[in-house]
Nanobody, 115 residues
Framework: QAQLVESGGGLVQPGGSLRLTCDASKIIYSINVMGWFRQGPGKQRESVALITIGGGTNYADSVKGRFTISRDNAKNTLLLQMNSLNPEDTAAYYC?????????WGQGTQVTVSS
């Protein structure tokens, strides 16, 4: 049974926007950090954005100023607003949760930026 359910990926033109959502409501343990990772074609998985329970954030240099991560602690929902997308952002995006008992990964949602 999937613990993390992602949605919001798709095909978008360069300069466009997408919003990814991760539903982590099935995780019953306390969550410390939530975040998004991505893996592009022929590349290693990399951290995109992280957010702590207190709201502190960390972004990859390549997405600073374009992506915004946020979370609804009451609903255990994670969002990633992606603006000014470019072809280098094309990747499978994975939701990540670091809880007190273990780490969780989503199944991934594909984001393709192409004209």
């Amino acid at each position: 049974q999937a613990q993390l359910v992602e949605s919001g990926g798709g095909l978008v033109q360069p300069g466009g926007s997408l919003r990814l959502t991760c539903d982590a409501s099935k995780i019953i343990y306390s969550i410390n950090v939530m975040g998004w990772f991505r893996q592009g074609p022929g590349k290693q998985r990399e951290s995109v954005a992280l957010i702590t329970i207190g709201g502190g954030t960390n972004y990859a240099d390549s997405v600073k100023g374009r992506f915004t991560i946020s979370r609804d602690n009451a609903k255990n929902t994670l969002l990633l607003q992606m603006n000014s997308l470019n072809p280098e952002d094309t990747a499978a995006y994975y939701c990540y949760v670091d809880a007190v008992n273990e780490q969780y990964w989503g199944q991934g949602t594909q984001v393709t930026v192409s004209s």
